[in-house]
C-alpha cells in the first residue's frame, strides 16, 4: 500500500517516477482504514533531497503510510525555498498536541558543536521528552540519534582524527532482532561524519544494545526498547550520487578531504559509485514500519501511554 504525501510535494513525482506507490491527501481520505502516521523532523539544510530519500524507504512497504513534514520552531533554513517550507512544513509548536506513531529525527550538518550550544538544542531536547508521550517509536538519523542517545543515556559524541567517510562493512550483531530481520551477516553502510559514539560506552549505558556495527567506525545501530527508539549513526537512506555530492562540493570549496573509501569503483572518483546498501536500506526501514505496524494501537489516543 502507498505512502500519502501532499500530490504538489516535489517527493510525490520523484517517487511516482520510480514506482514507488504514492497517494494524494484526497484519495488516500476515502479509504476506511487508518493510515500509519510518521513524522519526520527535518533538521538536512537540503530538505527536499531528505524528504525524497526517507519518503522513498518509508513509501515501499505494503502499508498506507501519512508522512508529515515538522521543522524547529524559531530555526529558519536557508538551503530551501521559503515557499517550500510554508507550504509543505509545519513547526514542532503546530504539532505538540498530536500523536505519531513514528517520528524520524534527521541528522544535522552541526557535529563540531557541543549539543548545547546548537541554537535549537533546548526545543529539541522538548521534542525527545515529547516522543515518550507522543510517539510510539522514534528513529534518530545519524546527529539526531547521537543527540538522543545523549540526551536520555548520557553517551558523548566525540570528534575523529580524520573524517569517516565513504562505505564500510558492518557485521549483523542481532540476527535475531526484528528490526534486522531478513538482513546478511554483513552489509555496506554509507559513512560521512566527523563525530563517533564509542562501543565502550554504548555498552555502560543500561538498556542500549548494539545491532550493527563496524571494527573501523564503530557502533551503527543502536536499539533503546526502554525509549522506544532506534539510532542510526550511519546513512542508509543516502542516494547512489550522495557522498560524490558531498565529496565535489568540498573539493571545490578546497577543504581538505580524503576520496571517499570503497565508494568509486578502483577508488577512482572519474568512475560511477555503485549503490551497494540500497536493498538493507529498504529492509531495515521496512522492518521498522512493520514492527509499529504490529504495535501500534489502533486508538492513537493510546500512544504512548
Same mark, same amino acid.
Given at each position: ?43 538536512? *539544510?537540503?530538505?527536499?533531497? =531528505? &524528504?525524497?530519500?526517507? @519518503?522513498?524507504?518509508?513509501? %515501499?512497504?505494503? $502499508?498506507?503510510?501519512? +508522512? ?121 553502510? *554509507?559513512?560521512?561524519?566527523? =563525530? &563517533?559514539?564509542?562501543? @565502550?560506552?554504548?555498552?555502560? %549505558?543500561?538498556? $542500549?544494545?548494539?545491532? +550493527? ?93
Amino acid at each position: 500500500m502507498p505512502i500519502t504525501i501532499p500530490s504538489d510535494l516535489p517527493a510525490y513525482k520523484v517517487l511516482s517516477d520510480e514506482g514507488v506507490m504514492v497517494m494524494s491527501d484526497s484519495d488516500a481520505a476515502r479509504q476506511d482504514i487508518r493510515p500509519l502516521r510518521i513524522g519526520l523532523l527535518n533538521l538536512m *539544510p537540503k530538505k527536499i533531497q =531528505t &524528504e525524497n530519500q526517507f @519518503a522513498r524507504l518509508i513509501g %515501499a512497504t505494503p $502499508l498506507q503510510i501519512e +508522512l508529515s513534514l515538522i521543522r524547529m520552531s524559531e530555526h529558519q533554513t536557508r538551503n530551501t525555498a521559503a515557499e517550500h517550507m510554508e507550504a509543505f512544513y509545519r513547526p514542532f509548536s503546530e504539532v505538540r498536541d498530536e500523536k505519531f506513531d513514528g517520528l524520524i529525527i534527521t541528522g544535522a550538518p552541526i557535529e563540531h558543536l557541543p549539543f548545547e550550544e546548537v541554537t535549537y538544542w533546548q526545543e529539541l531536547t522538548e521534542v525527545m521528552d515529547w516522543t515518550q508521550s507522543n510517539v510510539h517509536s522514534t528513529f534518530g538519523v545519524c546527529w539526531g540519534g547521537m543527540a538522543m542517545a545523549n540526551h536520555f543515556h548520557g553517551v558523548d559524541k566525540h570528534m575523529l582524527d580524520d573524517k569517516a567517510f565513504g562505505c564500510f562493512r558492518h557485521m549483523n550483531l542481532a540476527p535475531q532482532s526484528p528490526y534486522l530481520r531478513g538482513f546478511s551477516d554483513d552489509c555496506v553502510i *554509507p559513512v560521512s561524519r566527523w =563525530t &563517533e559514539m564509542r562501543q @565502550a560506552e554504548i555498552d555502560a %549505558a543500561p538498556g $542500549l544494545t548494539t545491532l +550493527l556495527g563496524s571494527d573501523q567506525v564503530g557502533p551503527c545501530l543502536v536499539e533503546d526498547p526502554g525509549h522506544r527508539a532506534l539510532y542510526i549513526f550511519n546513512h542508509f537512506e543516502y542516494d547512489s550520487d550522495t557522498l560524490k555530492q558531498e565529496y565535489d562540493r568540498d573539493v571545490a570549496n578546497g577543504t581538505p578531504v580524503n576520496v571517499p573509501v570503497n565508494y568509486y569503483p578502483d577508488d577512482d572518483p572519474s568512475k560511477t559509485p555503485q549503490n551497494r546498501w540500497r536493498s538493507h536500506a529498504h529492509l531495515l526501514y521496512g522492518n521498522w514500519i512493520n514492527q509499529i505496524y504490529q504495535s501500534t494501537p489502533y486508538d492513537m489516543s493510546k500512544i504512548g501511554t
